[in-house]
């Protein structure tokens, strides 16, 4: 049986941050930040980043479950320090992308704790925060811009 490999998330301390040649992060990150008010428009981003990372984990040529999840976690990490982000939104995010990926695998014998979830709602609840000042009030509605403030107020750094 191959172990746990999100059963701690000291698996994610080794990686290495790092882009995945030929998978573009960065302007899916871009788009995420400059584009998402809400909790709908996060979910839809993160799925097309998802889907980007599960059609690299399937042609890789590394087998090792943990390893997957590293290079995964760096390179998200790696994707949000280019376009000049910063948070613990980025952990959150990174950490639920590369559980998400290897559980979608469904390779035999994995088990993977059920905390991705909660790794997204972190990180949505977080960038919403970081983003309109606002936690998201879990309707769809959590975002917009803060009063008296304009978009501008919230570009990347």
């Not at 992308?97 to 469904?106: D, E, G, N, T």
């Not at 990180?123 to 983003?131: R, S, T």
């Amino acid at each position: 049986m191959v172990p746990d490999a999100g059963s701690d998330d000291a698996v994610f301390a080794s990686a290495v941050i790092a882009p995945i040649v030929g998978v573009d992060l960065g302007m899916e990150m871009q788009r995420l930040y400059l584009e998402v008010e809400k909790r709908d428009a996060f979910n839809k981003k993160v799925s097309i980043m998802r889907a980007k990372l599960q059609r690299w984990a399937s042609k890789t040529g590394i087998v090792d479950v943990e390893e997957k999840a590293r290079v995964i976690y760096g390179a998200v990490i790696d994707a949000a320090q280019v376009e000049g982000m910063s948070g613990e939104w980025i952990n959150f995010l990174a950490k639920h992308l590369a559980k998400q990926v290897i559980v979608s695998i469904r390779s035999q014998g994995i088990e993977w704790p059920i905390n991705r979830h909660e790794d997204l709602h972190n990180a949505l609840e977080l960038f919403l925060v970081g983003k309109t000042g606002e936690m998201g009030s879990g309707d769809g509605s959590g975002g917009g811009v803060k009063a008296g403030g304009s978009r501008n107020d919230y570009k990347v750094k």
